[in-house]
């Protein structure tokens, strides 16, 4: 079992923010191939390939549903869905000495989005960017700091789903507005990840997202260059299987 809850911005480069507070059964698999829950960051992932410090993995990310009623440069306008993004992930380890007496990682990564009116999906563009990757092991067997800095940029569909204005919406205070492709912004995260006992997990997160010289900073929908996010979340293992996972990291 696990509950997640993140306090941040409504949408990228939004000024208003909203509180997402989630309980769920949350199962943990650390397959050959597919992980559930092995990265609380990222609770899903599927492994393709992996050698020496190189892997390549199917990543997915996610942006929350958006009441448009509820924030003031949306009013009138239509809700923002789920929207789920998935794709590959090639991911590399710097093989230098520890810096810092962590781990390195530079990953780069291509997600499409889709966007879900209950079970009706709708592609919703493309995703990409470079993350760079710093890991330390606090104490074992889970405690761990991560930082990631994640510059991020987005084709004009994309970018089309939070700052595209058609003119049907358009309003005296807010002019119609057609999105373009590029760069969205940056974000700097760090989490910290905490096992209270053999069955209880804690993790704390805060990220820091700029978006000073984003390509659709024109848009009336752009109503911020800096926001923030704050999350955490705790899981609870109550049963597990006998056999157990080999390590694959």
């Known amino acids: 079992m696990a509950g997640f809850g993140h ?69 009138g306008m239509p809700d923002l869905d789920l929207l789920l993004e998935a794709g590959p992930e090639l991911e590399m380890e710097f093989a230098s000495p520890a810096v810092f007496d962590g781990r390195w990682f530079l990953s780069l990564d291509l997600r499409a989005a889709f966007s879900f009116d209950g079970l009706d999906a709708t592609y919703q563009g493309l995703v990409m960017g470079p993350e760079l990757i710093y890991l330390k092991k606090l104490a074992k067997p889970r405690d761990e700091l991560k930082i990631r800095l994640t510059p991020t940029f987005a084709n004009s569909k994309y970018m089309g789903y939070f700052y595209r204005v058609d003119p049907a919406f358009a309003t005296p205070t807010r002019a119609a507005y057609e999105a373009n492709g590029g760069y969205l912004g940056t974000d700097l995260s760090i989490s910290w990840l905490k096992s209270l006992n053999d069955s209880f997990e804690m993790l704390l997160g805060t990220r820091l997202s700029s978006h000073h010289g984003a390509a659709n900073r024109n848009s009336p929908l752009f109503t911020a260059e800096m926001t923030y996010s704050v999350y955490a979340a705790i899981s609870w293992k109550f049963w597990e299987s006998e056999r157990r996972a080999l390590n694959l990291d």
């Open 7 to 75: 306090y941040g911005a409504a949408y990228p480069a939004s000024e208003d923010y909203q509180l997402n507070i989630i309980p769920l059964p949350y199962p943990v698999y650390r397959g050959k191939y597919l992980r559930l829950g092995d990265d609380r960051e990222n609770p899903v992932t599927g492994r393709l390939f992996r050698r020496d410090r190189i892997k390549l993995d199917f990543s997915f990310g996610m942006e929350f549903p958006v009441d448009s009623d509820d924030i003031v440069a949306r009013t």
